[in-house]
């Protein structure tokens, strides 16, 4: 079946413009989560959502970054006024319920702020 | 709070011999510790999971990791490396708890794996 899919798989910005990033979960998944993957680091947990609801913001890193969920499905990631230190990998997963143990993750949105 | 330790940034094993990559981790409560690997230019790929049970869990392609409490350490490993083997390698953990609001992975830096021919 299909996986988790994200949309643009690169993009290209500006210093100073929005970007929008978008996963759509594998049909039936009710848990969403964000990771970014920055250049010789590990994952760092962004944002969690379980249906429409976002239990868990703990990992936003400023106000600029947010997040939104409707239908229970596809998940926008939202990066307000890019700066140089959002280049990274932004990285979905989905889980079929929030105490399912295994997420399975998209390939992944590289982001490069100029 | 919740934190894992992957000591080695690059491991280089040759290849038909065994292969250990190291993991350490730090929880409040009991963990549940997962095991990923990501090949370039994709996303990450779920290996294997210690929950409860069992010490040692396999999982897939022939990995298999060891849940050691008293060391807090979740080494991967596998008997006869292949050069397929290599990519980058995540050892992850969470609060192990059926309270909602512990979903949280936390992720080590990562570990690049090379086989050599």
């Known amino acids: 079946g299909a996986g988790v899919s994200q949309s643009p798989s690169n993009k290209v910005t500006e210093k100073g413009k929005d970007v929008e990033l978008r996963c759509d979960p594998i049909s039936g998944h009710t848990a969403l989560y964000w990771y970014r993957q920055s250049l010789g680091q590990g994952l760092e947990f962004l944002i969690y959502?379980?249906?429409?609801?976002?239990?868990?913001k703990s990992g936003l890193p400023s106000d600029r970054f947010s997040a939104e969920r409707t239908g229970g499905s596809v998940s926008t990631l939202t990066i307000q006024r890019t700066q140089q230190e959002d280049s990274a990998v932004y990285l979905c997963?989905?889980?079929?319920?929030?105490?399912?143990?295994?997420?399975?993750f998209g390939p992944g949105t590289r982001l490069t702020v100029l | 709070a919740q934190s894992v330790a992957q000591p080695e940034d690059q491991v280089n094993v040759a290849e038909g011999n065994p292969l250990t990559v190291k993991c350490t981790y730090s929880v409040s409560g009991n963990p549940y510790l997962f095991w990923y690997v990501q090949y370039p230019n994709r996303g990450l790929q779920f290996l294997l999971k210690y929950i409860t049970g069992d010490n040692l869990v396999k999982g897939s392609y022939g990995f298999e990791a060891e849940f050691n409490k008293s060391q807090t350490s979740f080494h991967l490993k596998k008997p006869s490396a292949l050069v397929s083997d290599s990519a980058l390698y995540f050892c992850a953990v969470r609060v192990g708890s059926s309270n909602f609001g512990n979903e949280k992975l936390t992720f080590g830096t990562g570990t690049r794996l090379t086989i050599i021919p």
């Open positions: 959502f379980q249906g429409n609801s976002a239990p868990d």
């Open positions: 997963a989905s889980s079929p319920d929030w105490n399912y143990n295994e997420q399975f």
